[in-house]
Every structure is written in C-alpha cells, then in structure tokens.
C-alpha cells in the first residue's frame, strides 16, 4: 500500500521552460512533505518542504505548492535547466513522527 | 548541513555472508537512520538508530537480519546478515541535525550498492 505515489515515472522538458512534478498522497496524519533531488551514484539532496500549515514554499527557482484537501503536491521549476536532470523524490511525514515515507521516483530530463 | 560519510561505497557479495556498512557525520547528530533502496522502488525505512540502546525496526525488517549498533552521536554501523540475491540494493545512511524533532529534513549519505551473488 502506497502511501506516498508519483504516478510519472519520466518527465522531459526543454531548458528555460517550467517543470512540473507532481505527487500524491493518502495518509491524512502527514503534515510535513520534501522533495530530494538524486543524481546517479550520489545519495538523496533536499530541495525543499513544506508544512501543512502552508500551502506554498518558494526558493529560488524551486516552488512546492501543496493542496490538502486533495492530498496533492507539486514541485515547480523554473526556469528549468540541464544540471535539473535528476530522479526527484517526494516524501512525507506526520503523526509526531520525524521518519520519512518516499514516493518511487521521477526521472526528470532536462534537454538544452 | 552535516556530512555524511558511507563506507563501503559498493560491494559484491556472495550469497549467505554478512557486510557491515559504516556510517560516520562530521558533528554529532539527534537521529540517525537507515534505508534501503531496491531496484526500481522507493527508499524505504528499515531502522531508526538509537544511540546507546537498540535500534527502532519498521514493519518487515528484523534485529537477526538488519542488526544495527550506534555507539555514540557521530557514527552508526548497519549489517546485512546471511545475504541473498533478494539483498541486492543500495543502502542509505541519513541523519537529522539539530533538535531533531519534526518538520526537520534528514539528509542523506551517498549509499553503499550492494551486489549479492
């Protein structure tokens, strides 16, 4: 049983346009969410998070926007660029807990 | 953030063995974990390391199998106990600075690949 689901595997996108990475959920007791950026042989980089109590995180070229009501996460970027192509993770936690639940993964390529 | 060093970084095993992978942060750090990534599939949560007393399993993994020590705030060490082809997977150290508590991000070591034979 999935909690944490990233339903697209694999997204292309030319440089300078916006990504958009999407994930979903269904546990109701998560109230924090992270995306990681890997590359391959390197382990998972944090990008960004976002609480519950927020329904829009912004750094730099990355934004998280957060819709609770329909359990739904998206990572924007913009404007993409070549060194984006990477696996992007969701993840989430909740329930007092700090331990982490991931989403499979999307492969991001970003072409020049 | 803290860094986090993973030794070995690969290894190819033969199939009812042990390997002992070691994770060591340049400052100490509350919490410590470790996670499994199998071809294909998600990071998944096998155990959070507790320092001074036994490690803290997630449903499907157990101490006989994934024994896991943490002797002190800086390092951690997992096992990977009588291994099978099904073992092969990278295996993640990650750590949560600070305080420690909730609404932290944990940061990751860059992984041990495990190949079992």
């Known amino acids: 049983d999935q909690q944490v689901k990233q339903n697209s595997p694999s997204l292309s996108v030319q440089e300078g346009r916006i990504s958009i990475l999407n994930c979903d959920y269904t546990n109701s007791m998560f109230d924090y969410f992270l995306w990681y950026k890997k590359y391959p042989a390197e382990g998972p980089t944090f990008l960004i998070s976002i609480s519950s109590i927020k329904d829009k995180n912004e750094d730099g070229r990355f934004t998280v926007f957060l819709n609770k009501s329909a359990k739904h996460l998206s990572l924007h970027i913009v404007p993409s660029q070549p060194g984006d192509s990477a696996v992007y993770f969701c993840?989430?936690?909740?329930?007092?807990?700090?331990?982490?639940?991931f989403g499979k993964g999307t492969m991001l390529l970003v072409s020049p | 953030s803290a860094v986090i060093s993973q030794k070995p970084s690969r290894d190819i095993c033969q199939r009812g063995t042990s390997l002992t992978i070691q994770c060591q942060v340049d400052s100490q750090v509350t919490m410590m974990f470790w996670y499994r990534q199998q071809p294909g599939q998600s990071l998944t949560l096998i155990a959070t390391a507790n320092q001074g007393s036994e490690a803290t399993y997630e449903s499907g993994f157990v101490i006989d199998k994934f024994p896991i020590s943490r002797p002190n705030l800086t390092f951690s060490t997992l096992t990977v106990s009588n291994m099978s082809p099904e073992d092969s997977s990278i295996y993640l150290c990650?750590?949560?600075?600070?305080?420690?508590?909730?609404?932290?991000?944990?940061?990751f070591g860059d992984g041990t690949r495990l190949s079992i034979l």
């Open positions: 990650s750590v949560l600075e600070g305080t420690g508590g909730i609404n932290q991000p944990q940061h």
């Open positions: 993840a989430a936690s909740g329930g007092g807990y700090s331990t982490l639940t």
